[in-house]
């Protein structure tokens, strides 16, 4: 469940920096990387408190780890470009 929850992070950070952030600024190399993390962590931190309250504690993301899923979602976003993975349209 963790690693789904990681997924759809590392798409929605992806998504928001790529189609938001992007087409206004001038964000590349380690902007981009800063960009990806930084909204990666705004993110999570909304989703994990949206999850935890919706099911009364039942499942927390990460539960063991305070800053893992942090950069788990910001830097293989920033890689995917970088490393020309191909993503069909």
């Given at each position: 469940?963790?690693?789904?929850?990681?997924?759809?992070?590392?798409?929605?950070?992806w998504?928001?920096?790529?189609?938001?952030?992007?087409?206004?600024?001038?964000?590349?190399?380690?902007?981009?990387?800063?960009?990806?993390?930084?909204?990666?962590?705004v993110?999570?931190?909304?989703?994990?408190?949206?999850?935890?309250?919706?099911?009364?504690?039942?499942?927390?993301?990460?539960?063991?780890s305070?800053?893992?899923?942090?950069?788990?979602?910001?830097?293989?976003?920033?890689?995917?470009?970088?490393?020309?993975?191909?993503?069909?349209?």
């Amino acid at each position: 469940m963790d690693l789904a929850f990681a997924a759809v992070m590392a798409v929605a950070t992806w998504f928001v920096v790529t189609r938001f952030v992007m087409p206004h600024l001038l964000v590349f190399g380690r902007r981009k990387l800063s960009a990806m993390i930084l909204v990666g962590s705004v993110l999570v931190w909304i989703a994990e408190a949206s999850v935890v309250s919706v099911t009364n504690g039942a499942f927390q993301p990460w539960r063991g780890s305070v800053l893992g899923m942090r950069p788990t979602t910001g830097c293989p976003c920033s890689e995917r470009r970088r490393r020309s993975i191909a993503v069909r349209k």
